[in-house]
């Protein structure tokens, strides 16, 4: 599968599809996301087939190699994107979960999935444009108890980014808490 290294890079895709809409210390995508590659296959296996195994297998190969790269030695929590409870009922997990807590187990830091809420249902994003993601994503998460991230990095997680739009608003969030570093990371990029 085909690897970007965008942790290894100062700058890269991530960084600016999130400039001007967060304040992030860095970010990261692993692989690339295409229509018919093995990425796609797999994650659509985690996502909507339920096979759990597929995030941690990810989670695994992610933290490996950034427990290896000394700007992610410092973060005190990994994150997941909350789902909205509706989705989750419905889908009877996140998939993002197994993904965050497998890289905060090779980090040896705090597997964090309670103190932040997705309180806004959204429709899929994958049928909208630019402008519409950005919309249907703008405030809806909070974060329940913000004190406990005071002067702590966050390592957020998600499993595609796209436009950057649910990503930001998440870290949009974490930057009203005082001195809290922001990280974002997701398995994959679309392009």
Do not use: W
């Amino acid at each position: 599968m085909p690897r970007t290294k965008f942790q290894t890079f100062e700058e890269n895709p991530v960084m600016r599809l999130l400039q001007g809409k967060c304040d992030i210390e860095h970010g990261f995508s692993f692989y690339y996301f295409k229509t018919g590659n093995t990425v796609q296959d797999l994650m659509h296996a985690l996502k909507y087939k339920g096979i759990i195994k597929v995030g941690e297998e990810f989670g695994q190969i992610i933290g490996q190699h950034l427990s290896r790269n000394k700007r992610y030695k410092s973060i005190d929590y990994v994150i997941p994107l909350p789902l909205h409870i509706s989705k989750k009922r419905l889908r009877g997990y996140n998939q993002c979960d197994s993904i965050a807590q497998s890289i905060a187990s090779k980090l040896n830091t705090v597997f964090e999935n309670k103190m932040v809420i997705r309180i806004k249902a959204t429709a899929s994003q994958t049928t909208k444009s630019h402008f519409e993601r950005h919309e249907n994503a703008d405030k809806i998460f909070k974060i329940k108890r913000p004190e406990i991230f005071e002067n702590k990095s966050v390592l957020l997680i998600d499993d595609v980014i796209t436009t950057g739009s649910t990503l930001s608003s998440l870290a949009a969030e974490f930057n009203t808490i005082p001195n809290c570093k922001v990280y974002v990371g997701t398995i994959a990029i679309a392009n």
